[in-house]
């Protein structure tokens, strides 16, 4: 409202969860109501309109929007992004463990995004290295300040973890010498996170 009353400026180009923009740079839109219904929500055994909005889908410029909208809305019924609720049914069931940097960016960017469990441990994270408050986390996140203190201890412990795993099995070889062949090699029980620098870099330029 603000930017259509009393600023000039241009509104951002971030989107929400209920933002429906993308809809007018997809194929579909300005289809007659009940083509749509018939091309996008077809009946199960009509594999002719499922063939056909399989075809708009893979030509359509906001497929991933649309296949992203679906799945953050819970939608279960029609094609949606080129898949039926058929072949959307495996991503719905694993949405809560979706780990997906872009959308983890986004969130830093000032977009109102449906968070997963590891995106927001990976948010918690990075506000604990950054030495952020939980105010602030809360802030972010849009959610209360004793689950924002929760978030914050539990990523101090994963840091703290990590990092003693690091050291751990860090056989101490500098970095311009080979490693003993004969010593007996070392397994970690975690994998190292070898992306973490990379992400922290990522992050607080978005920040």
């Known amino acids: 409202m603000r930017h259509i009353t009393t600023n000039d400026t241009p509104p951002t180009a971030l989107r929400g969860i209920a933002d429906h923009s993308w809809h007018k740079r997809g194929l579909c839109h300005g289809m007659p ?6 091309l996008f929500f077809p009946k199960p055994r009509d594999h002719e309109a499922i063939a056909e ?24 019924d ?6 039926t609720e058929a072949g959307r049914l495996p991503w719905h069931s694993k949405i809560n463990k979706r780990l997906d940097y872009n959308r983890v960016r986004a969130v830093f ?17 990075h506000a604990y290295v950054r030495g952020w408050d939980a105010e602030r986390l809360a802030y972010t996140l ?22 003693r795993y690091w050291d751990l099995y860090d056989d101490g070889t500098p970095e311009n010498e080979s490693p003993d062949e004969d010593a007996e090699p070392t397994s970690a029980p975690v994998s190292r996170q070898v992306h973490t620098r990379a992400l922290l870099t990522a992050l607080g330029k978005a920040a």
């Open 109 to 125: 960017q000032g977009r109102d995004v449906h968070l997963s469990e590891p995106e927001r441990e990976a948010i918690a994270r």
């Open 78 to 83: 029609g094609v949606w992004g080129g898949l």
């Open 142 to 163: 849009q959610v209360g300040i004793e689950h924002a203190r929760d978030l914050m201890r539990d990523a101090g412990h994963a840091v703290a973890d990590r990092d």
């Open 33 to 38: 109501s009940e083509d749509a219904d018939e």
């Open 53 to 76: 909005a399989k075809s708009i889908c893979g030509r359509c410029p906001v497929r991933r929007d649309c296949f992203n909208y679906a799945l953050d809305n819970a939608i279960k």
